[in-house]
């Protein structure tokens, strides 16, 4: 049975579906649909098989609601022979409530020569991995994942396999893209979890790409988590089942209230 999309297309506008709220207001929608359908849109109006979308900035800075329809303008701000800059900004009714910015590269060879960088992980793959029991893991049925080591909240290494199990829009796939972009949001709650609850709420995400995922299993690794005066940064270290791809990295404030229905330690 088709798991119900996040969002129904209708026109020029997207309907949003009560699956794609956030854990922090069941009216309010999730920045991780709120990031995809910007990835969406750009990939959509702007992409091409010539550019990898090497940089996707993200600035969030309202709360959408789930109720009112969604429209998207996107703009092309560079169209070089190497590099394409893209600007696209989210609107819930008329109101504007995210904007992106995406940097496009062209693909050719790498530069010759060695360059040092870190080691693949070594991790198990998610086929090897059984899958969890506590349905917090997976956001009571947004995603699905396999653990491996560590959890939201826990004090020490985290790591994660996560796979989208719906579409973004209907009747639109997934593109590998919009796959990873939608997943990216997740850098903030386990960067930045600790143990007493998740006590920050992201304002933007940069994802980072060297390549785009050739498997629809997406590995997280937190690498940082620095907070003072209210403000932290998270870092997560991004994999598909071949190797490294990129980075997701996050700016977030301090909550009053933490959000505590995480999964424990």
């Not at 949003?16 to 750009?42: E, Q, T």
């Given at each position: 049975?088709k798991?119900?999309?996040?969002?129904?297309?209708?026109g020029?506008?997207?309907?949003p579906?009560?699956i794609?709220?956030?854990?922090w207001?069941?009216?309010?929608m999730?920045?991780?649909?709120?990031?995809?359908?910007?990835?969406?849109?750009?990939?959509e109006?702007?992409?091409?098989?010539d550019f990898?979308?090497a940089?996707?900035?993200?600035?969030?800075?309202?709360?959408?609601?789930?109720?009112?329809?969604?429209?998207?303008?996107t703009?092309r701000?560079?169209?070089g022979?190497?590099?394409?800059?893209?600007?696209?900004?989210?609107?819930?009714?008329?109101?504007?409530?995210?904007?992106?910015?995406?940097?496009?590269?062209?693909?050719?060879?790498?530069?010759?020569?060695?360059?040092?960088?870190?080691?693949?992980w070594?991790?198990?793959?998610?086929?090897?991995?059984?899958?969890?029991?506590?349905?917090?893991?997976g956001?009571?049925?947004k995603?699905?994942?396999?653990?491996?080591v560590?959890?939201?909240?826990?004090?020490?290494?985290?790591?994660?396999?996560?796979?989208?199990?719906?579409?973004?829009?209907?009747?639109?796939p997934?593109?590998p893209?919009?796959?990873?972009?939608?997943?990216?949001d997740?850098?903030?709650?386990?960067?930045?979890?600790g143990?007493?609850g998740?006590?920050?709420?992201?304002?933007d995400?940069?994802?980072?790409l060297?390549?785009?995922?050739v498997t629809?299993w997406?590995?997280?690794?937190?690498v940082?988590?620095?907070?003072?005066e209210g403000?932290a940064i998270?870092?997560?270290?991004?994999?598909?089942?071949?190797?490294?791809?990129?980075?997701s990295?996050?700016?977030?404030?301090?909550?009053?209230?933490?959000?505590t229905n995480?999964?424990p330690?």
């Amino acid at each position: 049975m088709k798991k119900e999309p996040f969002f129904a297309k209708q026109g020029d506008a997207f309907i949003p579906n009560p699956i794609s709220n956030g854990p922090w207001n069941p009216d309010s929608m999730h920045g991780r649909v709120v990031i995809g359908l910007l990835a969406h849109a750009i990939e959509e109006r702007h992409g091409s098989p010539d550019f990898v979308p090497a940089r996707l900035t993200v600035d969030m800075f309202r709360l959408p609601d789930i109720h009112t329809p969604i429209t998207v303008a996107t703009k092309r701000i560079r169209d070089g022979l190497r590099i394409r800059l893209m600007e696209a900004e989210f609107f819930s009714g008329e109101t504007s409530m995210a904007r992106a910015s995406c940097q496009l590269l062209r693909r050719t060879e790498n530069a010759p020569g060695n360059v040092w960088s870190p080691a693949n992980w070594d991790s198990p793959l998610p086929d090897a991995i059984p899958a969890p029991t506590d349905p917090r893991l997976g956001m009571n049925g947004k995603w699905t994942t396999r653990p491996i080591v560590g959890q939201m909240g826990s004090l020490g290494p985290r790591r994660v396999w996560i796979s989208e199990v719906r579409e973004l829009v209907d009747g639109v796939p997934m593109s590998p893209f919009v796959h990873v972009a939608t997943g990216a949001d997740f850098a903030s709650p386990f960067a930045n979890a600790g143990d007493q609850g998740l006590g920050y709420i992201n304002s933007d995400v940069t994802l980072y790409l060297h390549r785009l995922p050739v498997t629809r299993w997406i590995g997280f690794e937190v690498v940082n988590h620095h907070a003072s005066e209210g403000v932290a940064i998270g870092e997560c270290w991004l994999y598909d089942e071949k190797g490294p791809i990129g980075t997701s990295t996050v700016a977030a404030l301090a909550q009053r209230k933490p959000m505590t229905n995480v999964p424990p330690p």
